[in-house]
């Protein structure tokens, strides 16, 4: 009895922090049925990370992980077809992807002007409030 060769290497699809994996096939089944694949992912460098517990795909060559993710963070993936025989080579990692960084729901500009007033600006209203004279722009996300 014979596993697998190993899938083709995932690539991915990014949309916020949810992330979308596809794979081809591997060449060769082992003779057997492919009953499901499994994918591994690392997080951050390839060389210093751990791999996260995998992740079962069933027969499907796509996948999507989306409350796994991290905002702000890379991530590499590979997948391993698995047969009655047990489990096939893990395909080659895919490239490095970056999920976003978190942007909160609310946004505060604060603009300091050559006098005592500051207008704080966040996405529902405007607010003048008093302060020393400076000429910055402070954006804030919470």
Not at 16 to 42: A, E, L
Not at 92 to 99: A, L, P, Q, R, Y
């Amino acid at each position: 009895m014979k596993t697998s060769s190993k899938p083709g290497c995932p690539v991915m699809r990014v949309n916020g922090r949810k992330v979308t994996i596809d794979w081809t096939p591997p060449d060769s089944d082992g003779g057997f049925q492919i009953t499901q694949y499994v994918i591994h992912y690392v997080e951050g460098d390839i060389e210093l990370a751990f791999f996260v517990k995998p992740r079962m795909a069933g027969r499907s060559t796509s996948c999507t992980f989306s409350k796994e993710m991290k905002y702000n963070e890379m991530y590499k993936f590979a997948v391993a077809a698995k047969n009655i025989s047990g489990l096939g080579p893990l395909s080659e990692f895919s490239e490095s992807v970056k999920t976003p960084t978190y942007i909160g729901k609310n946004i505060i500009f604060i603009y300091c002007y050559y006098c005592s007033t500051v207008v704080v600006t966040t996405t529902t209203s405007t607010t003048n409030a008093t302060a020393s004279p400076s000429t910055m722009l402070l954006t804030v996300y919470w």
